[in-house]
């Protein structure tokens, strides 16, 4: 009977169901106790219990013998684990995460002969974990996080060579790693981060063949790193630590690493040129060691670069001009150094978010394209360098010494552009002159209508003023016009031809007609019609009272277009989860009700329009592409969308599908919840980072919400649609759930009594997040707890 909003108590008399095997309340709005007669029952063989809001102690008294499946995550459990659960001969899966428990982990747990899953994560348990255990169990998973487990981590964890998920971080465990973690061929996800554990990794743990996710953050952890690495590993954080020596030139062939994080360690030696080579890469953080000698000049397969964070160190020389080459690179800190010689103009042409190149011994001018506010703190402590403008906060440039050899230069090229400029005019004029009336007037407009329509082209084009602008962007302006005389506005963008960017923002216009004129959902952008002009392209939307998200989310300002007065109203909580619903709706559709699945590719919240209710819709479809059939990646030319939103495998690969709008959508998720930017995660460079970085280091999660918004009525809903939102930006595309998915958790965050009975209207069935399989092997573990509890 799982998800059938059952409420109420447990009665006791399920002690006369004596030929109960299997009974299953998860999911429902259940309160008080777990009666002690349900652990009477001699023929109960599963007893889910999960997601409920049943409370108090776990019965101590267990006589079902025949017990094969124990899950009781995610209550308000308290006291000790049962010392009789260590006598369930049949016992296989035991999941008790997210309760309240305290207490030791019984001995007995550790000599079952059927134990493969053990999951006791988030709860108080104390003392240390029976020295053999694993070594009488298949054991195939054992996660133990945030707790305050005591002593070493026992050798026997892998005896039967079985295991393949490790997680014990946030704990207080201590001692050498086991030698015969080395030798667990089967092990995929490993995280012992932030524990007392000392000396080196076994040699084999590095090079387990199956291991694709590798935690050794913030311990005491020693040695060097290996020659060879697994060659599934994709993630290794191992900050915080004492590791040394060189960064081997063998590391070339850790062909698929996406996130290496060496923060705080004491490696030393130069960073070798081999380390440009790895094609996969996306995030480097190698700050806070001992490096030293001068960069490479060449940066071989840096294409999937965003993050290059080598600051603290005494790296000397150079910066190499070919890093600012680097195609997708967001975030460069090379901050104290002892960099010297001119800043490379090429760093001038990245579009960086976060740019530190404080404290080294760099001179000459900043590159003009550097000189704005957003970099006014990127070069301080560099005495040698100047800039034109003093906001810079540097010496003002000199320009005297260098005016008279270049004075001959400088006359020829300004008498060059004078006549080039004379007769480009000339030409303009003739051609203005020659088409002006036939712009206007010959060029008959092309009206392409998707809806029934109060207005005519010429309502429209009669709008295209200069005072009728809101906003503008790379492919034009866009107006607010009044198109007739009740006042109804319209949402106009005006993509103008431009022979440099003609089949760029041709494709865009194609994208926008061809989908939108196809598509009608409440929480989509309703495109009404579609002007072709021979100067221009109009494209006519229903306009939307309330701007986007990322106005109302990020405080900027605000002006009513009708009365011009500052709107300082904050977006509350259940504003926001409106607003993440209807998004949330819109996707679905997109995803899974049309012909062809259609991916948006520029999830974000300024491209979440809302409209006089604040009903959330989705718009810009530029970048919008059909899929042949759902889950199929096709390959794009070229990355597209903006930074903080940009899925990793996309900036790696070019081959996407609906998971790349799954992580955009995630971090729309962590904007909502902690009111922070997309590019705003300190120094983890991007949204994502900076929270999976916060769970990592232990923080509470409310910490990290946004002060504006939570209290105490909202904290428990806020702090699930943030760990929802760290789910939806897991690494791995596979480990991510999908947009229905997400909209189920969503509308049981919104309404704890969601009826699932009455969900025809939604047609989407509710997935148990936590039990999905595919998510094993999530990079970022620990928070599956997705299915919002009632409270």
Not at 63 to 91: Q, R
Not at 254 to 272: E, H, I, M, Q, Y
Not at 479 to 506: F, H, M, T
Not at 712 to 719: A, P, R, T, Y
């Amino acid at each position: 009977m799982p998800q059938t909003n059952l409420f109420g108590g447990i009665p006791e008399t399920v002690s006369g169901m004596e030929s109960l095997e299997c009974l299953n309340l998860g999911v429902n709005p259940l309160t008080g106790k777990i009666p002690a007669s349900i652990f009477a029952l001699r023929n109960l063989s599963e007893l889910y219990v999960y997601k409920t809001n049943v409370s108090g102690s776990i019965p101590q008294a267990v006589s079902a013998t025949k017990l094969s499946v124990i899950h009781l995550s995610y209550n308000n459990l308290t006291g000790n684990i049962p010392e009789d659960f260590g006598k369930l001969k049949n016992l296989s899966s035991l999941s008790l995460q997210y309760n309240q428990l305290s207490g030791g982990i019984p001995e007995g747990i550790g000599r079952l002969p059927a134990l493969s899953d053990v999951r006791l994560s988030n709860n108080t348990l104390s003392g240390t974990i029976f020295p053999d255990f694993g070594k009488f169990s298949p054991l195939r998973r054992f996660a133990a996080s945030f707790n305050k487990l005591t002593g070493a981590l026992p050798e026997q964890l892998c005896h039967g060579s079985t295991l393949f998920s490790l997680d014990v971080m946030y704990n207080n465990l201590s001692g050498e790693l086991p030698e015969s973690l080395g030798n667990c061929s089967t092990l995929s996800f490993v995280m012992l981060n932030n524990n007392g554990f000392t000396g080196n990794v076994p040699g084999g743990l590095w090079m387990s063949r199956n291991l694709t996710a590798l935690g050794l953050s913030v311990n005491g952890l020693s040695g060097e790193l290996p020659e060879e690495l697994s060659p599934n590993l994709t993630r290794i954080e191992m900050r915080n630590n004492k590791f040394s020596g060189k960064l081997p030139t063998t590391v070339s062939s850790w062909r698929n690493l996406v996130v290496f994080d060496a923060t705080n360690n004491l490696l030393s030696g130069t960073v070798p040129t081999e380390l440009t080579e790895l094609p996969s890469l996306t995030t480097l953080l190698l700050s806070q060691n001992e490096l030293s000698g001068i960069l490479p000049t060449a940066i071989v397969s840096w294409k999937s670069l965003t993050t290059l964070n080598l600051s603290h160190n005494r790296i000397s020389g150079p910066i190499p001009s070919k890093i600012g080459l680097l195609p997708v690179l967001v975030q460069l800190d090379l901050s104290d150094n002892q960099l010297s010689g001119l800043i490379p103009p090429e760093i001038g042409q990245l579009n960086v978010q976060r740019l530190n190149l404080s404290s080294n011994r760099l001179s000459g001018p900043v590159p003009p394209k550097l000189e704005n506010s957003a970099y006014d703190t990127s070069f301080l402590n560099n005495p040698g360098l100047c800039a034109s403008n003093s906001f810079m906060k540097l010496n003002v440039c000199n320009s005297q010494s260098h005016r008279s050899s270049k004075t001959n230069r400088t006359l020829i090229v300004i008498l060059t552009i004078a006549a080039a400029m004379v007769i480009v005019l000339l030409v303009l004029l003739m051609i203005r002159a020659s088409r002006k009336n036939r712009d206007r007037f010959d060029s008959t407009p092309k009206l392409t209508s998707f809806q029934r329509l109060n207005f005519t082209e010429s309502n429209i084009l009669s709008g295209l003023d200069e005072l009728n602008v809101i906003g503008s962007g790379g492919s034009g302006k866009v107006y607010r016009i009044i198109v007739n005389p009740s006042g109804d506005a319209v949402a106009v963008k005006r993509i103008s031809n431009n022979r440099k960017s003609d089949e760029k923002l041709e494709k865009q216009f194609v994208a926008e007609v061809e989908i939108l004129g196809k598509i009608k959902h409440l929480n989509i952008i309703k495109l009404l019609c579609c002007i072709s002009c021979e100067n221009s392209k109009l494209l006519v939307y229903e306009y939307m009272e309330n701007s986007s998200l990322d106005h109302w989310l990020h405080k900027k300002k605000r002006l009513s277009p009708v009365s011009g007065v500052a709107n300082n109203m904050i977006l509350d909580w259940p504003r926001r989860m409106q607003i993440a619903l209807g998004a949330a709706k819109g996707l679905c559709y997109m995803h899974n009700d049309c012909s062809q699945p259609i991916i948006h590719r520029d999830v974000k919240s300024s491209n979440i329009l809302l409209d006089s209710e604040f009903n959330a819709k989705i718009a810009d479809f530029g970048l919008a592409r059909m899929l042949a059939k759902p889950g199929e990646a096709v390959s794009m030319t070229g990355v597209a969308g903006s930074f903080g939103y940009l899925a990793p495998e996309y900036a790696r690969t070019t081959r996407v599908n609906e998971k790349i709008d799954v992580y955009s959508f995630g971090v729309v998720l962590l904007e909502l919840t902690t009111g922070r930017e997309a590019n705003d995660g300190d120094e983890d460079m991007c949204l994502a980072d900076w929270a999976w970085r916060h769970m990592q280091d232990g923080k509470p999660i409310s910490d990290a919400l946004d002060e504006e918004v939570k209290d105490e009525s909202n904290v428990d809903e806020i702090s699930n649609v943030f760990k929802l939102g760290i789910f939806c930006t897991a690494t791995l595309p596979s480990t991510r759930p999908t947009v229905k998915e997400v909209l189920q958790v969503l509308l049981k965050c919104s309404n704890p009594l969601y009826n699932v009975e009455k969900k025809s209207q939604h047609k989407f069935d509710v997935v148990p997040l936590l039990e999905n399989a595919k998510y094993e092997g999530m990079p970022r573990s620990d928070f599956h707890a997705l299915e919002c509890k009632t409270y």
